[in-house]
């Protein structure tokens, strides 16, 4: 059991994980009294308060969630999760005991194959969202696989990397400063001094995002004016807090269906930023022929700077 990894997002005290209520021992309440967070049935732990919530219900919506899981499992971007998969292993191989963050996590694609990693590479992977469907989603799917934190046994040989899926913010994480290894920023907002608060000195940060021509000619034919991705622009706000050690990009070439090209446009802004009659239109046109388009991201890998 992990002693003060996490803390209670109320009142900042210690919070304790149990398999049915996490409870925070109240030492930093001015009441001095606990705060108790419920498991849910499916393995989550919403730490959400409502105060934190800019909507009734923030985050992905369920259609969105379900379009990416069919898209993602169909392995259009398998090359990207190889790719963030195997820098993990490079940066984590030799490290003793890591506990990671997976920001944004979504239905837990990314995070799952992070898991699988192994817990010799891994011993915790926290795979937090806003969208509490979201986080549903891959709590149900950890559960079913026995991956959960409280279904780790200790002195099992067969122990996996133990998975916590919480509801959060990633403007108010509920973990104790200095209290994890590295975190994944994949297609998520990136928050500097949160991401600097809860890392440890020389903590590592991975972000995966559209680069420069990223779905072009998909891009093309929703928009009439077309606005390209700056991946780079926000390395100039880590700066004060993090040493960009490496870049990668990656392009892949897809061959959509018309079901995959639906898939792809809800899970993204352009499900709701383009005309509905371009979306219309372009799905009539691919129902004859398979849409071409490429995929294009870029991957950075960055240490946090000690003592920020």
């Given amino acids: 059991m992990l002693v003060s990894l996490f803390i209670c997002p109320l009142c900042q005290s210690p919070l304790t994980p149990a398999a049915d209520t996490w409870r925070c021992d109240g030492s930093l309440n001015p009441k001095q009294t606990n705060h108790p967070f419920d ?31 069919r898209f993602l499992h169909a392995g259009h971007y398998q090359p990207l999760n190889d790719l963030i998969c195997q820098k993990m292993l490079a940066l984590l191989s030799s490290i003793g005991q890591v506990n990671w963050l997976d920001i944004g996590c979504g239905e837990g694609y990314y995070t799952q194959s992070m898991a699988q990693l192994g817990s010799d590479v891994m011993d915790t992977l926290i795979a937090a969202d806003i969208s509490k469907p979201a986080v549903m989603e891959i709590a149900r799917t950890s559960k079913a696989e026995s991956k959960l934190w409280y279904q780790q046994d200790k002195e099992s040989a067969t122990q996996s990397t133990a998975i916590y899926p919480l509801v959060t913010s990633a ?43 990223h779905l072009a000619t998909m891009r093309d034919a929703l928009f009439d004016d077309v606005r390209e991705h700056d991946s780079d ?31 792809l ?28 388009t490429e995929a294009k991201f870029v991957v950075y890998v960055l240490r946090k700077i000690a003592d920020k």
């Fill in 39 to 69: 498991v849910a049935r499916q393995g989550y732990v919403n730490l959400l308060p409502v105060q934190q919530k800019k909507s009734k219900a923030p985050g992905d919506s369920q259609a969105s969630i379900e379009a990416r899981k």
């Fill in 171 to 213: 403007a108010h994480l509920p973990l104790r400063a200095g209290s994890v290894t590295g975190i994944s920023s994949i297609f998520s907002p990136i928050l500097p001094e949160a991401f600097a608060e809860v890392l440890a000195d020389d903590g590592y940060l991975i972000i995966a995002k559209p680069d420069v021509g």
């Fill in 233 to 263: 622009k926000f390395l100039t706000e880590l700066s004060p807090y993090f040493t960009l050690l490496d870049t990668h990009r990656i392009n892949t070439e897809l061959t959509l269906s018309a079901g995959d090209l639906a898939d």
């Fill in 265 to 292: 446009m809800t899970m993204t802004p352009y499900a709701y930023r383009a005309r509905s009659e371009k979306r219309q239109a372009l799905l009539i046109a691919v129902k004859e022929n398979a849409f071409n």
